[in-house]
């Protein structure tokens, strides 16, 4: 089982970015986003369900992220658009099989991506 993000890298503020996360092995219920910046903890971006269910964003990047998953592909997206150098951070995507809750935290999630670095400059 392996998760595999791909799509970060340098934009300037107010750009926009698209990350991509494909799962192999097997198919979770929910993917998601979290990120770590520089000295600070990890936290949630955004999770969603299959078959596009249920979206759930942070405050920070409610409007302006979008979570989005192709289950033929076993893939979740996440469209970053109006980047300001708060979203600099190593952005992780994340799986759980269960179908109880969509988590915010990181003990919701079993398998975990390697990140991808998400630069933002002002």
Do not use: H
């Not at 595999?4 to 494909?22: F, I, M, T, Y």
């Not at 759930?56 to 980047?83: C, E, H, P, W």
């Not at 099989?97 to 969509?102: P, Y």
Request: one cysteine or more.
């Amino acid at each position: 089982v392996q998760l595999q993000a791909c799509g970060g890298g340098l934009v300037q503020a107010g750009g926009s970015l698209r990350l991509s996360c494909a799962a192999s092995g097997r198919t979770f219920y929910v993917m998601g986003w979290f990120r770590q910046a520089p000295g600070k903890e990890r936290e949630f971006v955004a999770a969603l369900s299959a078959a596009g269910g249920r979206a759930v964003y942070s405050d920070s990047v409610k409007g302006r992220f979008t979570i989005s998953r192709d289950d033929a592909k076993n893939t979740v997206f996440l469209q970053m658009n109006s980047l300001n150098s708060d979203d600099t951070a190593v952005y992780y995507c994340a799986a759980t099989s269960s179908r109880t809750v969509i988590y915010r935290t990181s003990r919701g999630y079993e398998v975990w991506g390697q990140g991808t670095l998400v630069t933002v400059s002002s």
